[in-house]
């Protein structure tokens, strides 16, 4: 069955660094996300991609965050100059068109910054 | 206002009970997700409705459009099934999902 890849699986990084998460999501599908869970809360929303560009962001999402798909396979998050509050667990996620369409979760990359 | 919320949050049982765990959401949607993340953090799609109900395996997942509500139903409950079940939505036309609080199943031996 086809997956969804993150690398790393686990990320340490001091304060201020600047960190690329990675995911190579399912070679059909046109939507790509990024979620994140901070520790014991829910799930949040943060960018969707489609079409080569942003199609919404979350306010979380600001401008130390930035996504690319460079090569058309890979998808990455960057976060510029990371802060503690960025320590969480990183979900990239791709579909079909529309959220009628089933998504797949990576496994995720669990981010400590120290 | 929470737009998704799950009942209830936290959910013991014995092995072989029938769980039930409830969604209700606020917003329009075109599609309900049902997640389960286990403790090592990933997530796994189980079901995606739009109406009526799907069944796979020992689960069977249940919506009410009309009701904005939908249930997950766990029949022969084991201890492999203990996890945190999510309900997601996507709100109107958006291609991003909410995701509830989840509920933590834990089912004793």
């Known amino acids: 069955e086809p997956e969804v890849t993150q690398t790393p699986s686990h990320q340490v990084t001091q304060m201020g660094q600047e960190v690329i998460l990675r995911c190579v999501p399912i070679s059909n599908h046109l939507y790509f996300y990024w979620y994140r869970q901070i520790l014991g809360q829910k799930v949040e929303f943060l960018v969707s991609?489609?079409?080569?560009?942003?199609?919404?962001k979350s306010e979380i999402f600001d401008d130390q965050f930035s996504v690319e798909r460079p090569d058309g396979s890979n998808f990455t998050l960057k976060i510029r100059s990371t802060k503690l509050e960025d320590s969480a667990m990183y979900f990239c996620a791709s579909s079909e068109p529309g959220p009628s369409y089933g998504y797949t979760f990576g496994s995720g990359t669990r981010l400590t910054v120290v | 206002k929470n737009e998704v919320e799950q009942s209830p949050q936290n959910l013991t049982a014995q092995e072989g009970e029938f769980i039930t765990i409830n969604c209700s959401y606020s917003?329009?949607?075109?599609?309900l997700h049902w997640l389960q993340q286990h403790p090592g953090g990933g997530i796994v799609s189980l079901f995606m409705?739009?109406?009526g109900k799907k069944k796979h395996g020992r689960l069977i997942a249940t919506i009410n459009i009309q009701e904005k509500h939908s249930s997950l139903h766990i029949t022969a409950s084991h201890p492999r099934d203990s996890a945190v079940y999510i309900c997601?939505?996507?709100?109107?036309?958006?291609?991003?999902?909410?995701f509830g609080k989840g509920t933590r199943l834990h089912i004793l031996p």
């Open positions: 997601a939505v996507p709100p109107n036309r958006d291609d991003k999902i909410i």
């Open positions: 917003v329009g949607i075109s599609a």
């Open positions: 409705l739009s109406s």
């Open positions: 991609f489609y079409n080569n560009e942003i199609s919404e």
